[in-house]
């Protein structure tokens, strides 16, 4: 089976703090991965370093067999891993369609003259991206806001920006940091099932996410995660049957029977 | 998926009145591409007859002052507004632009069109040295790094007798001829400043409006979504920086030759922070912003001539007022990461929709 992400061996300390301990992960081409686990359990932390912004303390992340570990979060971008983040992070005062616009940044590839003179390649380009933007709109159920400022959407249509964002890259592997956080039970639903149309139509999807219910419906394989090491992983059934995830998150004693 | 829930909000949710209902009613006009085209015409027709009108030489040199501060004021905004780093030497760059030139026309008898864009060339190389060794830095760092570099640059042009004449400075710079014509009156000059500056504004529209400048307004507005998408924020940076740059060496090298004078007293930090106090009240992050803040310090300055040294403090005042009034400027992107960039005097976000009351308790 293909790898399209695999974790070795990932350490991530801050001074005394471990944050993240020796967690190995392989995610398979075509999978929704879910990463779970209490409030800091280092679960941003090692997504983080997955997309580059910060570099492990030890181990090593393979993308499609190529070593991407300590490349800037541009680089990875560009190799085809897009994301969104846990505090969305929209362009606030642009537009839906400027945000998506820059999602565009790689795929694109005028410069100074063809900008000056309105080259060939600009014209080409811009109407390339005019064209792709307005079907990743189409795409996610936003072309009514196209012209609406970021900023003054309301918390889970900005979500579906980022996402529309993070998809104008047409990346191979899709990163998502909560992203169901602050949603009402209807919105999650929608959410999930946008998520899984996006899988069905190719995309590799992780998904950082402390919501149970939409963790077990939506992924096909779980990482539990707490105080920076795994726990657990496997499939939904196997993950709500483990012992040591229940304990992390409903604490120890005399938990669903007697089961200690 | 759900329209149902979220309507988009109308454009139309305020009627605006008076004098705003003019103006809004003004710039819808000039968004017609063919009104756009007809202002145009008029706009650069008016700005080339006027050095017929035979006006005394000392409104022309006013005019040519302000025609060459919109170069400036608009290269330091490409930089601050646009980018969002914080540049406050830009008097450096164009120092180098105007010694470049004007050494190149004294000891090597260079033409002055060749010159010039030597000139931007090398005070781009300066700008890419000072730009490398700052791009991790951010706000108040980045600009405690370049008032330092103008003012090194120009304490090596101080002392460096040989070449630039130190404390004397350079004289005799000769006047630019083309087609037999010898540019070394203000009414000739005022061409060459009204040339330079429309390429300057036409050139950097476009960039802006480019990917390129797309890549710009990202890194301002947050630079760590922008890298999440691929936007090379180091290498954006320094291409922005050195676009600035280039475009204050051009400034300083078409002004050398328009003075015929020039001392490295002339490129100290008050003139760094001459140019940005008109990107300031003109308007960061607008194109038309250092336009107007060009012609507004640079009538002010006429006016409070009388009060010599003291207008400094009118200056200051000026900033301050702006700053807490309006802190995106006159003609003001209020539209972004800029307008809220006041100095913690107050805070003003007016919620332009509805729905953004609903945002207000996150992120």
Known sequence: ??????????????????????????????????????????????????????????GRILFQEKDITGLPPEAIARLGIARTFQNIQLFRYMTVLE???????????????????????????????????????????LAAFRDTLASNLPYGLQ????????????????????????????????LSDFILRLNREGYTIVVIEHDMKFVMSTCDHILVLNFGQKICEGDPATVRRDHAVNEAYFGKGLVMGGLS | MSQNIHQPPKSSAK?????????????????????????????????????????????MG????????????????????????????????????????????????????????LAGLLAMLVGLVVALPTLRLRGIYLAIVTLGASEIIRLIILNWMSLTGGPNGLRGIPAPVLFGIKFSRSQQYYYIFLVLSLIFFFISKR??????????????????????????????????????????????????????????????????????????????????GPIVGAIIVNFLTEFLRPISQYRMVVYALLIIAMMWLRPQGLVGASRSVLAERNIGLRRRRKPTAPAATAVKGDS
């Open chain 1, 1 to 58: 089976m293909a790898y399209i992400l695999e974790a070795k061996g990932i350490c991530k300390y801050f001074g005394g703090l471990k944050a993240v301990e020796k967690v190995d992960m392989r995610i398979e081409e075509g999978h929704i991965f879910g990463i779970i686990g209490p409030n800091g359990a280092g679960k941003t932390t090692f997504f983080n370093i997955c997309a580059g912004v910060y570099r492990p303390t030890a």
């Open chain 1, 99 to 141: 945000n998506i616009k820059i999602g565009f940044h790689i795929r694109t590839r005028s410069g100074f003259i063809s900008a000056i003179f309105h080259d060939r390649r600009y014209r080409d380009e811009e109407a390339f991206i005019d064209a792709e933007a307005a079907r990743v709109l189409e795409k996610v159920g």
């Open chain 1, 159 to 190: 979500r579906k920006v980022e996402i529309a964002r993070a998809l104008a890259l047409k990346p191979k592997l899709l990163l998502l940091d909560e992203p169901v956080a602050g949603m009402n039970p209807l919105e999650t639903r929608e």
């Open chain 2, 15 to 59: 009627e605006p009145s008076g004098l705003r209902a003019g103006l809004v009613r003004i710039t819808a006009l000039l968004e017609r591409p063919a009104w756009r085209i007809t202002f145009t015409i008029i706009g650069i027709t008016f700005l080339a007859v006027v050095p017929l009108l035979n006006l005394q030489s000392y409104y």
């Open chain 2, 62 to 117: 006013v005019l040519c002052r302000i025609l060459m501060y919109t170069i400036l004021a608009g290269s330091l905004n490409v930089i601050n507004g646009y980018s969002g780093q914080f540049n406050i030497g830009h008097a450096g760059f164009y120092a180098i632009g105007a010694y470049a030139s004007a050494l190149l026309s004294l000891k090597l008898g260079v033409s002055f069109w060749l010159a010039l864009p």
């Open chain 2, 207 to 288: 960039v802006i409006n480019s990917r390129i400048g797309r890549a710009w307004i990202s890194i301002r507005e947050d630079e760590t979504a922008a890298r999440s998408l691929g936007v090379e924020a180091m290498r954006y940076k320094a291409l922005n920086f050195m676009y600035g740059a280039f475009w204050a060496g051009i400034a300083g090298g078409a002004f050398s030759p328009y003075f015929k004078f020039i001392s490295s007293d002339m490129f100290t930090l008050d003139e760094g922070f001459n140019i940005l106090s008109m990107v300031i009240i003109g308007g960061q992050g607008t194109l038309a």
